[in-house]
């Protein structure tokens, strides 16, 4: 499946000090509309696609932890600040990356949507799915299992 991915993929932060590679399919791809995204976005919502943890490695730099305060970790640069992977309380087996941060972003379409509840009114998304909050943990295997099979799964080049 991997052959398929092109994989590894590659990304970094704004300046370039937190770098990471990719070496495992996405299990899902999906956007966030809740206020703590919006926020530390500085955007309507954040893109994300969800890999599993042992397909993720930072190759240069580290993460340090900062943005919300609850239960999730969030991991930004150092130096720039920006917001580049979180690791969701309880689910040791995945990182959230956030797309943009990708070398090569621009294939991703988000499968589903979440926290539609604070979406703002004007957003309208190409999406398969919409959550008004974020989906429950029994949904997911679900969700991964859809994505998987999903014609509208992208095949980056």
Not at 5 to 32: V, Y
Not at 59 to 71: C, D, H, M, Q, S
Not at 86 to 97: E, Q, R, S, Y
């Amino acid at each position: 499946m991997s052959d398929d991915w092109k994989l590894p993929w590659t990304g970094r932060c704004l300046c370039g000090d937190l770098r990471f590679e990719i070496s495992a399919p996405p299990l899902l791809s999906m956007a966030c509309h809740c206020r703590g995204c919006q926020r530390l976005t500085a955007s309507a919502f954040s893109l994300s696609i969800m890999v599993p943890a042992e397909g993720f490695h930072v190759t240069k730099g580290e993460g340090v932890k900062g943005g919300l305060r609850g239960p999730h970790d969030q991991f930004f640069c150092d130096s720039c600040k920006s917001w580049v992977y979180t690791k969701p309380h309880g689910i040791d087996w995945i990182v959230n990356v956030r797309t943009t941060m990708l070398d090569e972003p621009g294939w991703d379409l988000p499968f589903i949507e979440v926290m539609t509840s604070e979406k703002l009114p004007w957003i309208d998304l190409p999406v398969d799915r919409g959550f008004e909050a974020f989906p429950e943990m029994d949904d997911y295997q679900q969700l991964i299992a859809d994505y998987a099979e999903s014609s509208k799964r992208p095949d980056p080049a």
